[in-house]
């Protein structure tokens, strides 16, 4: 009998439950709180000792502001940066001292004022060696963060630089009355820590945690803008998969998902009140030839294999659309991209025209074109993981094979891929970069980067090499236009690099909600201003 | 019995080392770089800093011993590399969840497969026995992710009966006891049901099979003999004859239901040790990884373990020596 009792008993609790769930989720919208499903992880608010992602940023700038924000307008002209824990700031004539103060409101959510003392203790956690930032490289033209007074702090520079205040002001300004109790040799032993003396500059408090499922941010009643956050509630939820997070906001558990895979895309176009909002990632997906090797030497071949690859097929087909096919580093949507360059067309007739120019041909008749005796046979590498990244590259295989190009593709583990692109140990490697606005194509096309740097293709030209000397001198950005433009061209000719596609960032939320602008720079950008209609 | 269980614990003891060993070997051996820095700025000393803080400037063998000996001596499986936290607090925090899923499901699947089994053993052959075997090879051969993601579309998204995913309601952090625990109970049954109904096909065909063998031995002849009702002679006698095979199975559904969590708890973004080692291996954070094998490892020990101790007093035919 017990057992029958006890069987009856968990059949009316799992009911009562089912019930119970089925009519909360008929109770009427809370309009002072929000879901947010987004990928994250976040066992620190202290940014210094964790692996920096665009999730984590974009939580802990909710908690913990800069001196100031970079903006999103990168579209018009080099981004401008406004106003967070600094008032104001002002360059020294020689550009060699730059002077913040502090907003007289500011205050941490303990009741301390946020004083130029943190800001220093800022610049000192982040450049001693036993914090160990991994960014401390940024920091190298700050030799000194001065306190002046309370609301006064001076950042002294060896050198001037056009990006001197990018420098200066992304991250967090840490808490020094809560957080120097800690030595710093002792932060990375438990970030954890971090959250017991946790105290807020931003529109936000965190209020509650639930290690790998959510955290719970409510309205900071202290924070200094006039009736913001406009929220008093936003539950962040995680999951591993994002198509896990879609289906949460197919069924309404969810209000906002902030990125959302092109794949389930289709799932939300068309769906009664839902938005599926689509903008630039700044990234881009691109394959580098290794110029090291005979094959690919000429920039001829190069154009070929350009003009031999269907990227508008691939962005239609594997990215529905959401994506733009790529024809510079620099992105699209960058001020600074040049506005005549259009990418290679896909013509496989003129490419098999140039390649029989440039000496290929198939002698043996296996479909496969040789020079000099050599198949043009080779592997076509990338990280494993990246589900699009394959597709797309099969097709690659397809095109290219259709112009008597023998691809072989193989899948490499991240960290046995990267030491061989490093290296210039390959063939060809399909990859991706995530790019700032600095426009800084010394890392990828200098021929210093070519030993140990990201010129994975190993490419080697003094005009270029030059261009990229000059943009990198002129304090206003603006001034280098001609220059990045030249530069662009020369790339576009030469094809060390095929870019393939700059993919877009997808987030869907509910139509009921409005000023919500997630961008490049945070899935959560203005997140103090969004709220229920 | 108390040498018996010595023996097999100091066993359990023994391949847990090797699991460890070998999980060790497996990853150290792979190629790539743990740490290393995927932006061309960062200078060498900088990553090197970070690769002498987590040990990864010795050579191989005292990483191996450091590693071994902190696991042995302390518990202690190191820090994240992703995350920075102690692995084992990051793995204390989602096993639970995930030994709640496994349970549930290990119930929902002898519940459905002894129920299945029962029905197909009162009519061999009949119509319904056939639905029954055809249904569970069906069950059995169809993907825990395909049967996962079906269940959500139908069941969460069109029908609206259950939570589409995760282990509490938004905010479930405010419901008082009760309505935490009846909220837990709403969000786990549809991935228990997916995550048992795999193994529940096996079970009816081992159920039925069992009961139909017993009603032909001389102990079913015998109690049929007696008077007893049909029901009565499978329910307790029947049941009673098949429950060392049934044990027996569940030491072989701990390391199918373990490989099943990880890919039911992505479907249903079900917090627990498959979402940490699927997050871990995405990242190669080598430290989580070891762990999370090792995990494993002792769940399906520990398993096996309690099923063979429960089977020597079951099983009258099974002896000690």
Same mark, same amino acid.
């Given at each position: 009998m017990i057992p029958v009792a006890a069987m009856r008993l968990l059949a009316a609790a799992g009911l009562a439950a089912i019930l119970g769930w089925a009519c909360a989720s008929d109770t009427p919208r809370d309009t002072t709180r929000l879901t947010v499903g987004m990928r994250f992880e976040y066992p620190t608010p202290n940014e210094l000792i964790v692996q920096q992602t665009l999730g984590h940023k974009a939580i802990t700038s909710q908690l913990l502001l800069p001196l100031m924000n970079e903006e999103s307008d990168f579209r018009e002209g080099p981004p401008s940066w406004k106003p967070?824990?600094?008032?104001?700031?002002?360059?020294?004539?020689?550009?060699?001292?730059? %002077?913040?103060?502090?907003?007289?409101?500011?205050?941490?959510?303990?009741?301390?004022?946020?004083?130029?003392?943190?800001?220093?203790? %800022?610049?000192?956690?982040?450049t001693d060696p036993d914090v160990a930032w991994l960014y401390a490289y940024a920091k190298e033209a700050i030799t000194d963060v001065e306190v002046v007074d309370e609301r006064t702090v001076r950042f002294h520079f060896s050198r001037a630089s056009p990006t001197q205040l990018a420098d200066v002001a992304p991250e967090a300004v840490l808490p020094r009355h809560a957080w120097a109790q800690r030595p710093f040799a002792e932060w990375r032993s438990d970030p954890g820590w971090f959250f017991e003396r946790l105290t807020e500059s931003g529109p936000f408090r965190l209020e509650n945690r639930t290690p790998g499922r959510e955290l719970v941010l409510g309205r900071n009643p202290d924070y200094f803008e006039a009736d913001l956050p406009r929220l008093e509630r936003v539950v962040l939820r995680t999951a591993a998969d994002s198509a896990a997070l879609t289906t949460q906001l197919l069924a309404g558990e969810l209000?906002?998902?902030?990125?959302?895979?092109?794949?389930?895309?289709?799932?939300?176009?068309?769906?009664?009140?839902?938005?599926?909002?689509?903008? +630039?990632?700044?990234?881009?997906?691109?394959?580098?030839?290794? %110029?090291?090797?005979?094959?690919?030497?000429?920039?001829?071949?190069?154009?070929?294999?350009?003009?031999?690859?269907?990227?508008?097929?691939?962005?239609? %087909?594997?990215?529905?659309?959401?994506?733009?096919?790529? +024809?510079s580093p620099i992105l699209s949507d960058v001020w600074a991209r040049d506005p005549e360059l259009e990418p290679w067309p896909h013509d496989p007739e003129a490419a098999r025209t140039i390649l029989a120019a440039a000496g290929w041909r198939d002698l043996d008749g296996d479909g496969v074109l040789e020079r000099n005796g050599e198949p043009f046979r080779f592997e076509l590498a990338t990280f494993a993981g990246a589900a699009a990244r394959w597709d797309a590259m099969q097709m690659i295989q397809a095109d290219l094979r259709a112009v008597g190009i023998d691809a072989q593709l193989r899948r490499f583990d991240q960290n046995a891929l990267l030491p061989r692109l490093l290296g210039n140990d390959f063939d060809a490697a399909v990859s991706g970069f995530a790019i700032d606005t600095s426009l800084d194509l010394r890392p990828t096309f200098h021929s210093d980067s070519i030993d140990g740097g990201h010129n994975y293709a190993a490419y080697a030209n003094p005009e270029v090499d030059a261009l990229i000397e000059s943009v990198a001198t002129r304090l206003d950005p603006l001034a280098g236009l001609e220059d990045l433009h030249r530069l662009q061209r020369i790339l576009h000719e030469d094809q060390p690099m095929l870019v393939l596609w700059e993919p877009l960032t997808l987030a869907a939320f509910n139509e009921e909600l409005e000023s919500v602008e997630p961008n490049a720079l945070s899935p959560l950008a203005n997140l103090q201003e969004w709220a229920w209609r | 019995m108390i040498r018996f269980v010595l023996r097999r614990l100091l066993a359990a003891a023994v391949l847990f080392l090797i699991v460890l060993t070998l999980a060790f070997a497996v990853v150290a051996l792979a190629p790539g770089e743990p740490l290393a820095p995927a932006d061309p700025r960062i200078p060498p000393e900088q990553a090197e800093r970070l690769r002498a803080l987590y040990g990864l400037d010795q050579p191989l063998p005292v990483q191996y011993l450091h590693w071994l000996g902190a696991v042995v001596l302390h518990w202690d499986w190191g820090q994240s590399y992703r995350t920075g936290q102690p692995v084992a607090e990051l793995l204390f925090d989602a096993l639970p969840p995930t030994l709640l899923l496994a349970g549930a499901a290990l119930l929902a699947q002898y519940l459905l497969?002894?129920?299945?089994?029962?029905?197909?053993?009162?009519?061999?052959?009949?119509?319904?026995?056939?639905?029954?075997?055809? $249904?569970?090879?069906?069950?059995?051969?169809?993907?825990?992710?395909?049967?996962g993601l079906m269940a959500v579309l139908v069941l969460a998204?069109?029908?609206?009966?259950?939570? @589409?995913?995760?282990?509490?309601?938004?905010?479930?952090?405010?419901?008082?006891?009760?309505? @935490?625990?009846?909220?837990?109970? $709403?969000h786990l049954w549809l991935p228990a049901l997916v995550l048992g109904l795999s193994m529940a096909g096996d079970i009816a065909r081992y159920t039925r099979s069992s009961l139909i063998e017993f009603q032909a031995t001389e102990a079913g002849r015998a109690a049929r003999a007696r008077g007893l009702s049909e029901t009565r002679i499978l329910l307790v006698h029947g049941l009673a004859h098949a429950a060392p095979r049934l044990l027996q199975l569940a030491s072989v559904s701990a390391p199918l239901l373990l490989s099943g969590a990880v890919v039911a708890e992505a479907v249903f973004a079900w917090p627990g040790l498959g979402t940490a080692t699927l997050l871990a291996?995405?990242?190669?954070?080598?430290?989580?990884?070891?762990?999370?094998?090792?995990?494993?490892?002792?769940?399906?020990?520990? $398993?096996?373990?309690?099923a063979d101790l429960l089977l020597t007093r079951l099983d009258p035919r099974i002896r000690v020596e």
């Open positions: 967070a824990l600094a008032e104001t700031w002002e360059f020294s004539e020689d550009r060699l001292v730059l %002077t913040v103060r502090l907003r007289a409101e500011a205050v941490w959510s303990d009741g301390h004022p946020v004083t130029a003392s943190d800001v220093r203790f %800022t610049w000192q956690a982040q209000d906002v998902v902030t990125a959302i895979g092109a794949a389930d895309a289709q799932r939300i176009e068309g769906r009664s009140g839902l938005r599926l909002h689509a903008y +630039s990632s700044r990234q881009y997906t691109f394959v580098s030839w290794n %110029t090291g090797q005979p094959r690919f030497e000429d920039a001829a071949t190069r154009r070929a294999l350009a003009l031999a690859v269907d990227r508008q097929a691939i962005v239609d %087909t594997v990215w529905r659309g959401y994506a733009r096919v790529g +024809s | 497969g002894i129920g299945l089994g029962l029905i197909a053993a009162f009519r061999p052959n009949s119509r319904l026995d056939l639905s029954v075997r055809v $249904a569970s090879l069906i069950v059995y051969a169809l993907p825990t992710f395909w049967v998204v069109g029908l609206g009966v259950a939570p @589409a995913g995760g282990m509490t309601s938004a905010a479930g952090f405010e419901l008082g006891p009760l309505a @935490a625990a009846l909220d837990v109970l $709403a291996i995405q990242s190669r954070d080598i430290p989580v990884v070891l762990a999370a094998t090792a995990y494993g490892a002792a769940l399906v020990i520990v $398993a096996s373990l309690v």
